[in-house]
């Protein structure tokens, strides 16, 4: 299994501004993921991060928008850019350990 | 308040009721397929999941039934309890991918007394 730990776990911003969301891991893993859940919605994957290579966006996300670092193997962030009220979501990081698939809490983000 | 779940369809069941959580995916090539619980706050936690190569897998409450000639997933739930309130999310991963997954649009499941 794996403990995942996100920060902050909920935040109001100023649109235009940008938010680093943090997720810390306590194993080694390979691939984390992070994921946007909209209001009253499932989960989209916004992109894969891999330790030491650029992440892989899904269609409809881009790096310059949700720049991702991945700078060693239990630690991400995804930073959400030049923020607008649209992108009031949840935000949620995830691992991949064998089969299973373990997330954390979540970052709420409110854009104002 | 909490707003996951606030728009998506909704199962409602007396305490002590069975219940049944339905699911289409999408892609034919998926191979492994999770049910996802997710309550208030939290993030989805795992309940149960079925390889492709099976087409029924029991936990403790907890049954999977899996259709792929209708690409169709179910999650029976034995007499349901206040605690299973929550949403469901059902999940596809494709063949030959690593851990990434497809999320369905979730029920949300309700409980009463």
């Known amino acids: 299994s794996a403990v995942i730990s996100q920060k902050p776990s909920r935040d109001i911003c100023q649109r235009g501004t940008s938010l680093t969301i943090q997720c810390q891991v306590d194993?080694?893993?390979?691939?984390m993921f992070w994921y946007r859940q909209q209001p009253g919605q499932s989960l989209t994957l916004i992109a894969t991060?891999?330790?030491?290579?650029?992440?892989?966006?899904e269609s409809g996300f881009v790096i310059d928008k949700f720049p991702i670092s991945r700078p060693n193997l239990t630690f991400s962030t995804l930073t959400v850019s030049n923020m607008s009220p649209e992108d009031s979501s949840i935000y949620l990081c995830?691992?991949?350990?064998?089969?299973?698939?373990?997330f954390g809490q979540g970052t709420r983000l409110t854009v104002v | 308040g909490e707003s996951v779940g606030l728009h998506l369809p909704t199962l409602s069941v007396q305490e002590g009721d069975n219940s049944i959580i339905n699911c289409a995916y999408s892609n034919s090539a998926s191979d492994y397929f999770i049910w996802y619980k997710q309550e208030s706050g939290k993030g989805p936690q795992f309940i149960i999941d079925?390889?492709?190569?099976?087409d029924k897998r029991q936990g403790q409450r907890v049954t999977v039934l899996l259709n792929k000639t209708v690409k169709h997933l179910s999650l029976q739930i034995a007499a349901t309890q206040p605690g299973d309130s929550a949403v469901y999310f059902c999940?596809?991963?494709?063949?030959?991918?690593?851990?990434?997954?497809?999320f369905g649009a979730g029920t949300r499941l309700a409980v009463h007394p």
């Open positions: 194993s080694q893993v390979t691939m």
């Open positions: 079925i390889r492709s190569n099976m």
């Open positions: 991060a891999n330790q030491g290579s650029e992440a892989t966006y």
């Open positions: 995830s691992v991949g350990i064998y089969t299973e698939a373990f």
């Open positions: 999940a596809e991963k494709v063949s030959g991918g690593y851990n990434k997954l497809i």
